[in-house]
């Protein structure tokens, strides 16, 4: 994969020179989105002016501590030293914590921002160029679903629809109960989820793709089985009925159903991803930027499911920055398949970056501005640091 800073591209900085351009400091923010998710920002600022964005959003957080041994790979480096910095910092990022490995991928989105600044260029053009120019997105209707009844769903998803989008996501085994606890509660969430996803199907039609999300809290019988109740709602796909990290139990579970696989959101990292995609335990593997080990990593983790055959369909249940830098990982990728959008959060979501973000009949156009394509929007990010 090619890289900004080779010189086998010919790629020269514009206006400033790459061999005194430095990161000198980092400023981090964030906003407040609902009493369930804040969204959190990193800038990475240069001794020339420039300064390069990145998300590393986790929830409800509005701080995130690791970010400051990060930002030591990067500070004092040229920003266009990208395989530097992550030979300093990936070994502790993928150990295993994810704040350390939010916080990595965060400010190595950010690097790629600046060098996209610095030589005028999205990074969709630093990384292969584009296959396309608008991307297949689904809503993610999870958060936004506060009533957590058959009505509450259906009523989110037939909005979502109406918003124009044509595939849309839920997980309403949530508040699932343990698996040794009484068979009757078990039985009775079970029941209570699938009647969710009858009232979706029902709601949106034949022809919205459904997607559900288990968040791993069932075994591989409890899956099969769930799974099977589910057949006559033809389900896009089941995404991780049991933690992605069991691949065995995983792959069981994919050959005894009919439904795709999906999985992979908090993995760190082509190590994270690779038996799953060996293994085809998975047909589409789902890496989030803000938590894979950012940009390059997610492209490396691409290249390895795609020579297994499997589809790339990246985790972003998050603030329009994360969806600006998947955007430009997605534009060229030869086995993207859709992206994750969190509808239903915040209706000024979009004006939190300039140019807005916007969907429109459930696509997104890749951003063309230089770097990620956006910058925040301070006016409104100051209203909603409250």
Same mark, same amino acid.
């Given at each position: 994969m090619p890289l900004a800073a080779s010189p086998g591209l010919a790629i020269q900085p514009s206006g400033v020179a790459?061999? @005194?351009l430095r990161v000198e400091d980092m400023e981090f923010t964030w906003v407040r989105v609902t009493e369930r998710t804040a969204w959190m920002?990193?800038?990475?600022?240069?001794?020339l002016g420039l300064s390069g964005l990145g998300e590393c959003s986790l929830g409800r957080r509005r701080e995130l501590p690791a970010l400051g041994e990060a930002f030591e790979s990067a500070r004092g480096r040229?920003? !266009?030293d990208i395989e530097a910095y992550r030979a300093a910092g990936r070994e502790h990022a993928a150990a295993g914590d994810i704040f350390a490995a939010t916080a990595f991928s965060a400010i190595e989105q950010a690097l790629w921002d600046l060098v996209g600044k610095a030589v005028e260029a999205p990074v969709h053009e630093l990384t292969g160029g584009? *296959? =396309?120019? =608008?991307l297949p997105a689904y809503a993610n209707i999870n958060r936004a679903t506060r009533e957590r009844t058959p009505e509450g769903f259906a009523a989110n998803a037939l909005a979502a629809a109406? #918003?124009?989008?044509?595939?849309? @996501? +839920?997980?309403? !085994? #949530?508040g699932f109960p343990p698996l040794d +606890?009484?068979?009757a509660d078990v039985a009775a969430a079970a029941d209570l989820g699938v009647a969710c996803v009858q009232a979706i199907r029902e709601a949106v039609g034949s022809d919205v793709d459904i997607l559900i999300d288990c968040h791993s809290f069932f075994d591989v019988g409890l899956a099969t089985s769930v799974? =099977? =109740? *589910?057949?006559?709602q033809r389900l896009a796909w089941y995404e991780e009925p049991v933690a992605p990290t069991d691949v065995a139990a995983t792959k069981a579970i994919g050959t005894g159903i009919e439904q795709r696989l999906a999985g992979g959101?908090?993995? !760190?990292?082509?190590?994270?991803f690779a038996q799953l995609c060996r293994e085809r335990a998975v047909d589409v593997i789902m890496p989030d930027v803000k938590h894979c080990g950012g940009l390059l990593e997610a492209r490396k983790i691409a290249a390895v499911a795609e020579l297994d055959g499997v589809a790339v369909s990246p985790h972003n249940p998050s603030g329009p920055v994360s969806t600006a830098a998947s955007a430009q990982l997605c534009a060229g990728l030869p086995n993207f398949e859709i992206l994750e959008m969190q509808w239903g959060e915040a209706a000024w979501r979009g004006d939190l970056v300039d140019p807005p973000e916007r969907f429109e009949n459930g696509s997104i156009a890749v951003p063309d501005g230089p770097g990620l394509g956006v910058v925040l929007n301070e006016a409104v990010a100051r209203e909603r640091r409250i």
């Open positions: 790459e061999g @005194k920002f990193v800038h990475l600022h240069t001794n040229s920003p !266009f584009k *296959l =396309r120019n =608008r109406e #918003d124009g989008f044509t595939a849309i @996501k +839920a997980a309403p !085994f #949530d +606890a009484p068979a799974a =099977r =109740r *589910l057949e006559s959101e908090f993995l !760190f990292g082509i190590e994270g």
